[in-house]
């Protein structure tokens, strides 16, 4: 006597999932390799001596600049525009010179105090400009005085903690 009840079973196991694990794996293993040598990539490289602070609070010796230094103090803020919507606004210090929202301006001015410091006997590469953000500066500000910086020919730019 046959039973027609054992020949109905069917488990449906769906997919064999083994080559996906395997690919994905593959692949997981790929990216963690190549992940792990441009770490050092992701961040600004400076030249700027660091310096410990402990529990005491005392400052560790501080090694002197060899480069000139050209501090820019960069600061954001918000202003009530003629439509009655606030603008975003940045306003950049280097020495005396004072530059609100105008990156090309920025640049004339920045080229104009290399051509100064070249002028004094100073190289271009042995001027450091220290971009140093106020703590309410937001990033895009940052980038335009960067990039102002990089047009005016410096080649040594940092940047300090905020101010």
Do not use: C
């Amino acid at each position: 006597m046959k039973m027609k009840s054992a020949q109905k079973v069917h488990y449906d196991s769906g997919p064999n999932m083994t080559p996906l694990v395997d690919i994905v794996m593959v692949i997981l293993i790929f990216l963690m390799l190549t992940g792990t040598f441009t770490a050092g990539m992701h961040y600004l490289q400076s030249n700027i001596p660091l310096t410990n602070k402990g529990i005491t609070g005392v400052v560790t010796e501080k090694k002197p600049f060899e480069d000139q230094q050209l501090e820019i103090r960069v600061d954001s803020f918000t202003r009530p525009g003629a439509d009655g919507l606030s603008q975003d606004m940045w306003a950049a210090q280097a020495g005396r010179v004072m530059v609100q929202n105008n990156r090309e301006q920025l640049i004339q001015q920045l080229t104009k105090m290399r051509n100064d410091l070249n002028s004094a006997n100073t190289p271009k590469d042995k001027v450091l400009v220290v971009i140093n953000p106020g703590r309410q500066t937001k990033y895009k500000h940052l980038v335009d005085v960067y990039t102002a910086a990089m047009e005016a020919e410096f080649t040594k730019i940092a940047f300090s903690e905020a101010h």
